[in-house]
């Protein structure tokens, strides 16, 4: 039977980190990945024509760029691993109905310049705007890259200065709450509300203010544009914990945690073999596949899987169509729109409201596509002169009259009229432009990852009852669980879904549990 000190139950980027820290402080790891690439929701593949190297889930790494994993290098992934971001001028462009477009530019004064065309108020307003989420996110001193504290510790600390409150008050709010308290033009608040459902919002969520707070983000570190594809950071990690004499197993499943008593020992796989874990397991699966179909309830304290059990789902996932295109998209709106590697498509804040609201009915929209053409900075993704397009758009996972299968009977007919919006806003992206074109329903993402229940890449919405010390559950923020010598990262965990490397947390918390020096660690070469 196989042995390691630690075990790690899904290879997602998160699984891979917490496996590469302790690889790196000596620890025999083993990763276990039912996909045959490790990577989950960060990986790179040749899905249309073979040369167009397409992401696949994630597409930009904003968040991570101020984790110390990337920006202090701490794995050695840039120096050592070949990890490379491309973070451009141009950080995003929000294209709106009549082909006027805001742009977003590292620089603030001329993302100022910008908002003027639409409104002087605006523009003055935000620089200012941008300052204040600064200020209110230093109040909140939220942890992202080490295990938030309970809830209540949280509030009573905001609750101790004024720019605290005022932080308190923002993450009770709305993101339209929010751009509403700052902007006066249609266009401003409509881009900052699309903004939001970024990360699986509808505007109107109260706690989706938060996120409206990560906008001043793109002046400071900006988003960046992994190099050779959103894999390349899964593959770096990969090459580290081999480097450390690590394991990556893929296409192999696991269909149970193996409890002896109050412990964790091991994974079961679904062939019935065993992979045992000397000092601890680590899930960067769903809690609600954990604990409800991975552990038997006589492990875990009475009332607790009814607490997991119910945690609620929203009904807001995505599609996504990748596209091999012979020449990059150009835009009725021109100027730098064409050179914006990332570009929203904005429809009123109305339309996106009423768009947002069908999503909860199980009605499936196509008014406000994201597009990404990263090949425009970097050319490794195609053959030369050649471009990949990425198209994602919030849909929603059970459809009216006959539910998420529904999707294998709609999925084109939705893609057709989400790539039919972008044609509207362009003058090339005819079929003679596209020469492969390769379509994911939120359906076909829950397929391909059972951690996305729902097809939600958060596992759950991000409401405040469920984030930050709630996440996963009041009292189990630590990343610790009830069952001792097993811990969990990924989205479950706060912060939530996307690529923040919030792994790194875990593995902190395992070295303290393990008595080992984590500065001393990420200080070696
Ligand atoms: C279309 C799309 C676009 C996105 N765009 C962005 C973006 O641009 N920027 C961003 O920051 N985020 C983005 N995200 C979100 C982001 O990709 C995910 O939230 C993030 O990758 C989650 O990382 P993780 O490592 O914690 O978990 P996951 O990536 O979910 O990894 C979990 C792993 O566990 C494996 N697994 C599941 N069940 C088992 C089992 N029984 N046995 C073994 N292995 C198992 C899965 O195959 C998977 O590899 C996007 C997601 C999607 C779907």
Redesign the pocket.
Known sequence: MESYDVVV???????LIVAAYLAKAGLKVCV????DK?????VTKEVTVPGFKHDI???????IQANPLIHADELGLMSKYGLKYIVPDIQMAFVFHDDSALIVYRDIGKTCESIKQFSEHDAEAYPKFCDYSRQVIRAGQVAYFSAPPPFGRMVSFLDASEMGREFYRVIMSSGLDIAEEWFESGQMIASLTRWVCENLYGPRDKGSGNYINSFPFFHARGMGIPVGGAGTLSEALIACIKDYGGTVKVS???KAIKVEGEEAKGVVLDTGEEIMADKAVVS??NIK?LFLDMIEPEHLPEGFTEKVRRIKQGNIS?M?QVLALNEAPKYKAGGDTNSASNLLIVPSTEELLRELDDCYYGIPGALSPSVFCNSLYDSTRAPEGKHTLYI?HLEPYDLRGGGATRWDEVRQEVADHILETVRGHTTNLGDDNIIGRWISSPLD?YRY????IKGD??HFPLTVTQSYGNRPLPGWSNLRTPVKKLYI???SAHPG???WGAGRATALVMMEDFDIDFRKVVSKP
Do not use: D, I, K, M
């Not at 490790?38 to 960060?42: E, F, N, Q, T």
């Not at 889930?57 to 968040?63: E, K, L």
């Not at 990852?449 to 996305?452: K, L, Q, R």
């Open positions: 139950a899904g290879g997602g980027h998160n699984g276990v990945e039912r996909q490790a990577g989950g929701g960060v889930c994630s597409v930009v790494h904003g968040s192999t499943s696991v960067n699966l596949q995505v996504l994602y993402f990852n059972p951690a996305w890449y958060n990262c990924g989205p879904g996307g690529v």
